[in-house]
């Protein structure tokens, strides 16, 4: 069974950096379409951004409001959000998912149905 874990959320500034990691275990993704959501109160669930790679090729995706500004990534261990010039309407929960199927396209990595598994949250908070 897939587990994915995130981890280095917080409470921050706005103007502040913090970097999100997501851990997998129970399966290797030699290639797949990890993604980042966030879920703000009263909110509904929002795609950030997304990796997708297979062995020859690998797309990033990020919606418009954090382009510029986040940073998907990742290496053999994890999967990382880099969160730059953080701002108050970034506070949410942050969620990470997995699909073991590489989705080339904009559009299905910003669906939440394209992913099979996902992590439990982290809560970042910006003030003012």
């Known amino acids: 069974q897939v587990q994915l874990v995130e981890s280095g959320g917080g409470l921050v500034q706005a103007g502040d950096s913090l970097r999100l990691s997501c851990a997998a275990s129970g399966r290797t993704f030699t290639s797949a379409t990890m993604g980042w959501f966030r879920q703000a109160p009263g909110k509904e669930r929002e795609f950030v951004a997304a990796?997708?790679?297979?062995?020859?090729?690998?797309r990033t995706y990020y919606v418009d409001s954090v382009k510029g500004r986040f940073t998907i990534s990742k290496d053999s261990a994890k999967m990382y959000l880099q969160m730059n010039d953080l701002k108050r309407e970034d506070t949410a929960v942050y969620y990470c998912?997995?699909?073991?199927?590489?989705?080339?396209?904009?559009?299905?990595?910003?669906?939440?149905?394209?992913?099979?598994?996902w992590g439990q949250g982290t809560q970042v908070t910006v003030s003012s």
């Open positions: 998912a997995a699909n073991a199927r590489t989705i080339y396209s904009g559009t299905d990595c910003a669906r939440a149905q394209e992913y099979d598994y």
């Open positions: 990796l997708s790679w297979s062995w020859n090729r690998s």
